[in-house]
T-cell receptor
Framework: GDSVTQMEGPVTLSEEAFLTINCTYT??????LFWYVQYPGEGLQLLLK?????DKGSNKGFEATYRKETTSFHLEKGSVQVSDSAVYFC????????????FGTGTRLQVFP | DAGVIQSPRHEVTEMGQEVTLRCKPI?????LFWYRQTMMRGLELLIY????????DSGMPEDRFSAKMPNASFSTLKIQPSEPRDSAVYFC??????????????FGDGTRLSIL
């Protein structure tokens, strides 16, 4: 079945460092891909999305490009801030059943001043 | 616009007691999802509804769990009897139908449940 694999956390960075959180997926067909962010004590919020190959989603300085050839959707940010500290989830819409999202296990990001 | 509203935010109760979690989806959204989040198992989909009808409850762990959606603006997740291993954060999410594969789910802030 479809699945999402994320890098293990936590990822610990200093402020203004470059961020990459890896995400790869297994899916039949052409799923839509998402990154969600969860701040402490809150629910998940959509950060960005991409719906087809080579699309780039972007928001709040974060970017991710839908790479069909490598089945990847890595999250990047050029300069992180302390306020970016959160858990980041990669997800795909199940092609066989687009009602549902399949989530990765989440990657915790800790940014220190 | 109001987001997805869940209540209570925190619930602490003794094992064996009945627990009811509540969710109000975003107005106009016709999909509603219940998730459970734990350190060990991550984020798990328990059940989801479309137009108030349960579509897939394969994630419901056992018969002690039940969910209802009596109308478009309210859903409940009930655990009876509760057990310590049910301790988790339970999230409700809703989504609109249009453009099925691309619409994001909107999450509530969750209910943190502790069963003693």
């Amino acid at each position: 079945g479809d699945s999402v694999t994320q890098m293990e956390g936590p990822v610990t960075l200093s402020e203004e460092a470059f961020l990459t959180i890896n995400c790869t997926y297994t899916a039949t067909g052409y799923p839509s891909l998402f990154w969600y962010v969860q701040y402490p004590g809150e629910g998940l919020q959509l950060l960005l999305k991409a719906t087809k190959a080579d699309d780039k989603g972007s928001n709040k300085g974060f970017e991710a490009t839908y790479r069909k050839e490598t089945t990847s959707f890595h999250l990047e940010k050029g300069s992180v801030q302390v306020s970016d500290s959160a858990v980041y989830f990669c997800a795909l819409s199940d092609h066989g059943n687009t009602d549902k999202l399949i989530f990765g296990t989440g990657t915790r990001l800790q940014v220190f001043p | 616009d109001a987001g997805v509203i869940q209540s209570p935010r925190h619930e602490v109760t003794e094992m064996g007691q009945e627990v009811t979690l509540r969710c109000k989806p975003i107005s106009g959204h016709d999909y509603l999802f219940w998730y459970r989040q734990t350190m060990m198992r991550g984020l798990e989909l328990l059940i989801y509804f479309n137009n108030n009808v349960p579509i897939d409850d394969s994630g419901m762990p056992e018969d002690r769990f039940s969910a209802k959606m009596p109308n478009a603006s309210f859903s409940t997740l009930k655990i009876q009897p509760s057990e310590p291993r049910d301790s988790a954060v339970y999230f409700c999410a809703s989504r609109a139908t249009a453009d099925l594969g691309n619409q994001p789910q909107h999450f509530g802030d969750g209910t943190r449940l502790s069963i003693l």
